[in-house]
């Protein structure tokens, strides 16, 4: 890549991002004074060094969390504006699109979480718990 990287459509603060083959994955986040949540989903491709907006997660998210396994990323928590989350989001980015994932049992937001053995696991934010959020998969 020379020349620099392309920019986003607007900067973002608290958004989660995740890795996959050659893209980045931009997740949620938010922007402005007093603040506006997002609900958004941008991929940077690496090869090409181009933006593209994919459809937007169900839920506003401000400081969620993301992880991929086998193709699949888990968005999780994060601040709708009201209180901090428990649900989780699925990109299948394979066929660009979003499906529910089983929910947390902590509240959590500007929290980690992390794919480790076909897993995904979440931790910190409003606890200190590490909570396995699947089962391995394959």
Not at 56 to 83: F, L, W
Request: aromatic share 8%; charged share 20%.
């Amino acid at each position: 890549m020379s020349g620099g990287l392309t920019k986003v459509r607007r900067s973002t603060a608290q958004v989660a991002v995740c890795a996959h083959e050659n893209k980045i994955y931009a997740f949620g986040g938010c922007y402005g004074h007093p603040f506006v949540l997002l609900n958004t989903c941008e991929v940077y491709d690496t090869t090409t060094n181009t933006w593209e907006r994919l459809p937007d997660m169900a839920e506003v998210r401000s400081a969620p969390a993301a992880c991929q396994v086998d193709g699949k990323i888990y968005v999780c928590g994060g601040h709708d504006n009201h209180t901090y989350l428990t649900s989780c989001e699925v990109l299948d980015t394979r066929t660009r699109t979003w499906s529910r994932a089983a929910t947390m049992q902590t509240l959590r937001g500007a929290h980690s979480s992390v794919a480790y053995d076909g897993r995904v696991f979440a931790c910190g934010g409003k606890s200190a718990a590490v909570e396995l959020l699947t089962e391995r998969t394959g």
